[in-house]
């Protein structure tokens, strides 16, 4: 759980720090299209979104083992 909230609140970081150097630089989306936009903002915007993939990854994950958990905890598996 702790890795989660840690991947979750730094990638919100990371897009609020993409977000106020976007309108602080003003780079627009067509900057990106063109190649123009600085390449530590695109490194940035990648690295946001590998992190928020994984985030969200490791979120599902916890979701569907805290799901068989609770199944598992009223329908325990039967011997025969």
């Known amino acids: 759980m702790m890795r ?10 990371l897009a609020a720090i993409w977000v106020v150097t976007a ?3 003003q780079i627009s989306g067509q900057s990106y299209l063109n190649l123009t936009a600085p390449w530590w ?9 590998v992190i928020g993939l994984a985030t969200s990854m ?15 905890a009223h329908n325990p598996p039967q011997n025969t």
Do not use: N, P, Y
């Not at 989660?4 to 970081?13: A, E, G, Q, R």
């Not at 490791?58 to 598992?72: E, F, N, P």
């Open 58 to 72: 490791l979120g599902v994950a916890k979701i569907l083992d805290w799901q068989s958990r609770r199944k598992l």
């Open 4 to 13: 989660f909230v840690v991947l979750l609140i730094l990638t919100l970081v």
């Open 23 to 25: 309108i602080t630089m």
């Open 41 to 49: 903002h695109m490194a940035l915007h990648v690295a946001w979104f």
